[in-house]
């Protein structure tokens, strides 16, 4: 039997070697498409709707993209496989939707935090933040014993970097086992709640910019810039995500040495998760039954017999328990170690509309808008998008 997988141009070795793994095993063959990476979701979504569907299909793993392929009746419900119950939290935020698990994620996860300079924090007698209060002590104490120093360094001329300290990192703490969102669905709390989460950490944030704890540039400044400046000691800290900073620090052999990361958010130290397209498989609906059931077959292999060899050869933190977490080294080792301290997905992943918080950020950057305001536009976005999602 062939079963056809649509998958991510940027899927990695340590992938086709569990493609090769499930075909050895299985004795079916994969049939693998790479759909372009520039238009995927847009490709996937049109295919589906013209009734085009793949045995398997690699694809993001939030509400907003699953919502876009009618889950209910495009998507085979993977609730009771047996990997819900190794996959934790994460089984009610990769690929959920409507109290359903669609998909898993293999890992590893994006994780969200701060990145910081030892040295520079060590020279002002500072510790690393945990919280979004240590961060207003650490951008008062750099500015008097380091004014050369950036306490925070913003790019936001990349355009998505500054949602990640205005709008993400504050709020991880209270969206543990899906709390927050939860309470955005059944109404109980919104957005624009003057004390929600959202809005407390983006005031913080517009009291960062309002105490000159960005770097000068901040809002025409590109991630590289932010990585050199981390490391020649010119800043202190960046809000970033691994898969993002961490190829750019690793150009310093000495990186390692030089840089730490660490959870924060309001109350702690919360590394905030997501997971990767990476890993990330669904099993359509195809209305063949017998590769319908292959398909199962397939997630129960990657997640089963295959899931160790997979992580060793990803060199990943796995997402699932009971397999054996390969030995991290470099700044992959101080991610791995902040997310023992404390993770929890963010809950960008399950919020509708949360696209609508990157240019949001920009403008709270830029002082052109004010936390509040940002929290009644996201709220208006949000509501019209879970009453679109409920019909």
Not at 48 to 56: A, H, Q, R
Not at 314 to 340: E, H, I
């Amino acid at each position: 039997m062939t079963l056809t997988v649509w998958r991510s141009p940027l899927d990695t070795p340590a992938i086709n070697n569990l493609y090769k793994a499930y075909e050895k095993a299985s004795g079916n063959k994969l049939n693998l498409v790479s759909l372009p990476s520039d238009a995927y979701e847009v490709t996937v979504k049109t295919k589906f709707v013209t009734g085009s569907k793949p045995d398997i299909l690699n694809f993001a793993a939030g509400v907003d993209q699953i919502s876009q392929l009618n889950p209910a009746k495009n998507l085979i419900d993977l609730s009771d496989l047996d990997f819900i119950k190794r996959e934790g939290s994460l089984a009610k935020s990769a690929g959920y939707f409507n109290g359903h698990t669609y998909a898993v994620a293999l890992g590893p996860v994006a994780s969200y935090g701060i990145f910081y300079n030892k040295q520079v924090f060590a020279n002002a007698g500072l510790e690393p933040p945990k919280t979004f209060d240590d961060l207003k002590t650490v951008c008062s104490t750099l500015k008097s014993k380091a004014p050369a120093v950036a306490p925070i360094f913003e790019a936001g001329g990349e355009g998505w970097p500054p949602q990640i300290l205005a709008g993400m990192l504050y709020v991880t703490d209270a969206n543990k086992d899906g709390a927050y969102v939860a309470s955005l669905m059944d109404g109980s709390a919104k957005l624009s709640d003057a004390n929600s989460p959202l809005v407390k950490g983006l005031a913080d944030y517009a009291e960062f910019r309002t105490s000159h704890c960005f770097n000068s540039d901040a809002t025409t400044a590109k991630l590289g810039d932010s990585a050199k400046a981390l490391l020649a000691g010119k800043a202190a800290m960046v809000a970033q995500v691994d898969s993002a900073m961490t190829p750019l620090l690793a150009d310093d052999p000495a990186a390692a040495r030089k840089i730490g990361f660490v959870g924060v958010s309001a109350s702690g130290p919360v590394v905030a998760t997501t997971p990767n397209i990476t890993g990330t498989y669904y099993a359509p609906k195809t209305g063949d039954a017998i590769k319908e059931r292959a398909a199962v077959d397939f997630i129960n292999f990657i997640t089963g017999k295959g899931y160790q060899q997979y992580i060793n050869d990803a060199n990943a933190v796995p997402t699932l328990s009971g397999v054996d977490a390969p030995k991290q080294v470099g700044l992959n080792a101080a991610v791995a170690t902040a997310l023992q301290s404390g993770s929890a997905p963010t809950y960008l992943t399950n919020l509708p509309a949360s696209t609508a918080l990157g240019p949001l950020a920009l403008q709270v950057l830029a002082g052109q808008i004010s936390p509040q305001d940002v929290g009644v536009k996201m709220n208006v976005s949000f509501e019209a998008a879970k009453q679109k999602l409920a019909k």
